[in-house]
């Protein structure tokens, strides 16, 4: 297992756009597939999105599709989600995933390595 960070968590108005990092604390992110999931306060953990472990297959959740993108460095050593057009809504815990891609890849099954959260939080 990875030991897992996540950065980048803010207060943002509506409209605006932050950008998530995701790093492992003593070994890059090689040869795992990388996820993003989010909670939010009497919600249940959705998946967001999702990238293989060459960087070159990614899968969106319907509301992430056209406002989110995840990449990956090509060193390895960060995953970031890039958010824009934040919405009320979009308010969560935000965490990211490492491990298999299992299924659509946007599910908890096949990440066996978490990290703590950043929170996100939109409001005007």
């Known amino acids: 297992q990875l030991k897992l960070a996540e950065s980048g968590g803010d207060f943002v108005q509506p409209g605006g756009s932050l950008r998530l990092s995701c790093v492992a604390s003593?070994?890059?992110?090689?040869?795992?597939?990388i996820a993003w999931l989010r909670q939010a306060p009497g919600k249940e953990r959705e998946g967001i999105a999702c990238?293989?472990?060459?960087?070159?297959?990614?899968n969106y959740a319907y509301f992430a599709k056209w406002r989110f993108t995840i990449s990956r460095a090509g060193d390895q050593t960060v995953v970031h989600l890039q958010m824009t057009d934040l919405l009320p809504d979009d308010t969560a815990i935000y965490y990211c995933?490492?491990?298999?891609?299992?299924?659509?890849?946007?599910?908890?099954?096949?990440?066996?390595?978490w990290g703590q959260g950043t929170q996100v939080t939109v409001s005007s």
């Open positions: 003593e070994y890059t992110l090689a040869g795992r597939t």
């Open positions: 995933a490492a491990g298999a891609w299992a299924g659509d890849g946007l599910g908890s099954k096949g990440y066996d390595s």
């Open positions: 990238i293989d472990q060459s960087g070159g297959i990614t």
